[in-house]
């Protein structure tokens, strides 16, 4: 199985490049998306190992707030990629510093410290790269252990057996076991499927973490709601109200961020907060993460974050010396449904993480039921404890939508599939070959 | 419970006028502000509101914020209305979301768009009948010929027994205001009053955005203080509120090509007999649906039952989780999932499917036609008024234009639109557009699915209180 890991590095922009680099980014942008218009291939997709891949300009003015150190403009490239070999790191730089050679000359060499053009070489371009790499605080996968050239692959296995059902005509009370046959000889024969034979690893939720987590939850227990109230009376309850609302955001800025929206089905989002000053506040923000951290890696393994099940990938990362927080993802659908799906279904993790930054909607004890995973919100009295935070829904969306940063280049190689579909391929491809009951048969064929 | 200030409120929100069997929607541009607003002070006593006793017309009026702007509205006090309604429907985003495409364009729009007229505000009058709705317009004609010049007349009825032009009977799942004094519905119909009157806790029981008057212009006096408390932070004191008792309203002007419509569901049929063909175009357009031509719900109903059938009391979870009943792509199950929101709880889908309900308010125009497999050739254009009120436009309307309906990745779907409201004519390539219709066995797939319904023009108003009709007056 090849797993799936983030990769992120930070450049700083030369100001007087700043704006060459911008219509570089810009031109980048357009001819990317002309070319996926037209259905013709393009750039990123020579780099094997690519899922997502962005590119975002990061400066003061990306700050809603004021940055905790001063920061200057940096250009920030985040990727997903297949870890592939014992330096799965380095592997995939190299595919990027030679497969997308050009980019990453126009766009680099607008930053401070960028090799001059005879000095540049495979080795001296990653080097560059990899000075800014820094590490990634907590890590979602939508779909562990699918690698780019599987997910195509699967893909086309729905399509063709999708296709192959719709041509057939099964007489009436056909058994769903007979037709289950039928596929299989049809994809049998056929030389192009011949890795359906071998089983695709999924990645089950690993209940070892999860009871140590739970048993240190328990063990814990005293210290976590000692902590919880003297957070709740130095720190809660001294917090001001926020009342931005969304109709208070910058038309401008709003417009910017839309402008790339919904253009297809899939959509990105970016974000940068400040954290709350204060050892409380950082060790706080610290707990959430590792919490983060255990439940996306071993935990929400199934192609869900926090009961969310439209996300392809996700993470949070500290910059700036621990004190600014990075958040990015790639997900079906809009922004407001994205959205209005994370304070649906799990107002409390993400106010448990986001209320350690600067004017988050006021709460109180940070959404304390939700170290419990897969704690519904209905919870007799949940309503009472977790006002506030992310339940207060025009202030999230303002808040959210406000502290976000516009994307300057956005890639994603299969943004005809949604999460949904990803997964569903694998457990079709997987289930094409084990031997069906008539109603496990069933279910297979509800699949197409 | 909060109980609605009903005479505050205009009547449109809480009944749908079925007895009004004429309307007729004038699209007006203010020539004097001056005038118009001496014609609102003239008409504020007049429009109907919750707690008047209906008799042989209604008359209500909503503002484009284009129109406020008409008006001399503040441009700081104009930013606390809804981005959705500052910006009006055409945008190039919203084109995106809503999927106003091809023959949709809003540059093919006859009202609404840009290259249109531009309009500020709409008067809805509505008869028993169409002489008496003119009668009544012609009533108070004379008050604004000074003051508005009307672009457009958009002609509406309401069709026997709730029909539209399909032949579907329409109107049956409506949500209830809570505290609005109409009788409880049951179903998961009883919403809080936040989701369609501003000024209101809503079903995450917080305040929804509303428009401050964060700049004193006209007699604020007039306006009650915004029901969250929100004040200005140097002087403390609290914001009037020209939203309270105030909603926004929706209208798209949706022509429906019933011959194609029933001509597509025929051809899919594999039936050869006429009779048994037409059973089976029925059917399958009942598929597309969610509900039998008489209204009974697939989920409960496996054969049309032939006569009306008004019944919203069921789920999914349990009656139909496999969809072979009614598919997830059909048109009822799309804008209400009930108890299957995405991959949640019954219980927590039911409570997060009530923050995305509409109040639907749909006449029909054109030939009083009813369609149906046999007879599917009207004259001339017909169509649907399509109308909805909600206190937050993004997050019901367009929502279920977008994510429910466009969206061909709703739920586990692949490549399945609204196969009603989303279909595009020219779709993306790669992934073609079909509906899914779930069967024990195989699926049954009709593949390359074609529009019926064209946008012909649309427009977001924003409908206020009668007091902020009679604040408007005075700006
Ligand atoms: C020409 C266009 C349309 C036609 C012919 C149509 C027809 C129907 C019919 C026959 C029903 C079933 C009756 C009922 O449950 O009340 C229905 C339900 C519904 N429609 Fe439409 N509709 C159209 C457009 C739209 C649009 C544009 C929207 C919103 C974006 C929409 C939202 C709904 C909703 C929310 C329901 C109720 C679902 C439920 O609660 O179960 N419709 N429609």
Redesign the pocket.
């Known amino acids: 199985m090849i797993h799936q890991h983030p990769l992120i590095t930070l450049a700083e922009v030369r100001e007087d490049k700043l704006h060459i680099l911008k219509t570089r980014l810009e031109d980048i942008r357009v001819s990317l998306l002309n070319a996926q218009m037209s259905e013709q291939p393009v750039e990123f997709g020579k780099v094997s190992t690519l899922h997502y891949g962005r590119w975002v300009i990061l400066s003061r003015d990306s700050f809603r707030d004021e940055p905790a150190i001063p920061v200057g403009i940096r250009l920030v490239l985040t990727t997903n990629y297949d870890g592939i070999g014992n330096d799965h790191e380095d592997y995939h730089l190299a595919e990027l510093v030679t497969q997308l050679t050009q980019y990453i000359d126009d766009l680099y060499e607008c930053c401070v410290g960028y090799p001059e053009p005879e000095e540049r070489t495979e080795e001296s371009r990653k080097n560059f790269l990899k000075k800014g790499l820094i590490r990634t605080s907590a890590f979602y996968n939508g779909a562990p252990g699918r690698s780019v050239s599987q997910i195509h692959q699967e893909d086309s296995l729905h399509q063709h057996i999708w296709k192959f059902l719709k041509n057939k005509k099964w007489d009436e009370g056909t058994p769903a076991v007979e037709i289950h046959r039928a596929i299989k000889q049809e994809i049998d024969s056929r030389p192009e499927f011949e890795w359906t034979k071998e089983k695709a690893g999924v990645q089950g939720i690993k209940w070892l973490s999860l009871i140590a987590y739970g048993v240190l939850f328990i063990v814990m227990l005293p210290l976590i709601i000692g902590w919880l109230v003297y957070l709740f009376i130095f720190h809660e309850l001294w917090d001001k109200k926020v009342t931005l609302a969304q109709s208070d955001l910058d038309d401008t800025k709003i417009n910017e961020l839309k402008k790339v929206e919904d253009i297809f089905p899939q959509n990105q989002f970016t974000q940068v907060a400040v954290l709350k000053p204060g050892f409380a506040r950082r060790l706080n923000f610290r707990i959430w993460m590792f919490r983060t951290r255990v439940l996306a890696g071993d935990i929400f393994v199934k192609g869900k974050l926090l009961n969310i099940p439209t996300i392809h990938f996700a993470r949070w990362v500290l910059i700036d010396k621990n004190k600014h927080v990075l958040f990015f993802s790639n997900f079906d659908g809009n922004w407001e449904q994205y959205l209005g799906d994370f304070i649906d279904q799990s107002g409390w993790g993400l106010t448990a993480i986001f209320c350690n930054t600067v004017k988050f909607p006021r709460t109180n004890f940070m959404g304390v039921l939700g170290i419990i995973p897969g704690m519904p919100l209905t919870f007799p009295g949940s309503k009472f404890v977790l006002t506030g935070g992310a339940y207060d829904e025009e202030h999230f969306l303002a808040w959210s939508r406000s502290t976000q940063v516009p994307t300057q280049v956005w890639y994603c190689p299969y943004r005809h599939l949604s999460i949904k579909n990803v997964n569903n391929n694998t457990m079709i491809r997987n289930e094409l070959r084990q031997d069906l009951t008539e109603e496990q048969a069933k279910l297979f064929l509800k699949r197409f | 419970m909060t109980a609605l200030e009903l005479s505050e409120i205009q009547a449109y929100l809480l009944s749908d006028y079925q007895q009004m069997g004429y309307s007729k929607y004038y699209l007006m541009q203010v020539k004097d502000a001056a005038a118009t607003k001496n014609f609102l002070a003239a008409i504020a006593h007049g429009i109907t509101h919750a707690n008047a006793t209906i008799t042989d017309t209604c008359f209500n009026i909503g503002f484009t914020s284009n129109g406020l702007k008409q008006l001399g509205y503040n441009e700081t006090n104009m930013h606390s209305f809804s981005r959705e309604f500052r910006e009006g429907m055409v945008t190039e985003h919203r084109q995106r979301l809503l999927g106003n495409f091809e023959s949709s364009d809003p540059s093919k729009w006859q009202w609404g768009a840009p290259a249109n007229d531009r309009i500020d505000l709409i008067l809805m009058v509505f008869g028993k009948d169409e002489a008496i709705a003119e009668d009544f317009y012609n009533g108070i004609k004379d008050k604004f010929e000074t003051a508005l010049s009307v672009i457009h007349i958009l002609d509406g009825k309401a069709m026997p027994d709730n029909r ?1 032009h ?1 032949g ?7 949500p209830v205001i809570k505290g609005s004094g109409l009788p409880p519905c049951g179903n998961n119909n009883d919403i809080e009053p936040g989701e369609f009157v501003l000024g209101y806790k809503n079903e995450y029981t917080v305040y929804p955005d509303t428009a401050l008057l964060k700049i004193a212009q006209g007699k604020p006096e007039l306006l009650a203080d915004n029901a969250e408390g929100l004040a200005d932070e140097r002087t403390k004191v609290k914001y009037k509120d020209v939203g309270q008792n105030g909603t926004y309203f929706v209208l ?1 002007q ?1 022509q ?1 090509d019933v011959d194609g419509f029933w001509e597509f569901w025929k051809k899919q049929s594999v039936e050869t007999d006429e009779k048994k063909r037409n059973e089976e175009a029925t059917m399958l357009a009942a598929k597309m ?3 039998w031509p008489g ?1 009974a719900p697939l989920v409960k109903y496996d054969k049309d039952p032939g006569v009306d059938v008004t019944d ?1 009391n069921f789920k999914y979870v349990k009656e139909d989780a496999s969809g072979n009943k009614c598919p997830f792509g059909a ?2 199950r799309r ?2 999932p009930r108890d299957v929101f995405e991959e949640s709880s019954p219980k927590v889908s039911l409570s997060l499917t009530r923050r995305h ?2 109040m ?1 308010r749909v006449r029909s125009y054109g030939e009083d036609f009813i369609g149906s497999a046999e007879n599917h050739k009207p004259n001339g254009e017909v ?2 008024l ?1 109308g ?1 009120f909600n206190a937050n436009i993004s997050k019901q ?1 367009e929502f ?2 977008y994510t429910w ?1 466009n969206s061909p990745k709703f739920k586990r779907l692949y490549a399945d639109p609204d196969p ?2 989303g279909v595009r004519e020219d779709p993306e390539k790669k992934l073609g557009q079909i509906f899914t219709i779930p069967q024990a066995t195989t699926n049954r797939v009709i593949s390359d699915m074609q529009s019926f ?1 064209t946008v012909k023009g649309g427009a977001y108003f924003f409908f206020p209180s009668i007091t902020a009709i009679k604040f408007l007056a005075t700006i």
């Open positions: 539209e399909f579907f009977r329409d109107g049956i799942s409506q798209l949706l429906q649906m969610g509900r209204g919203d048109h009822i804008m209400n309900r509409i639907r169509g649907l399509f909805c309307f279920l234009q309906g009603l409201i319904v």
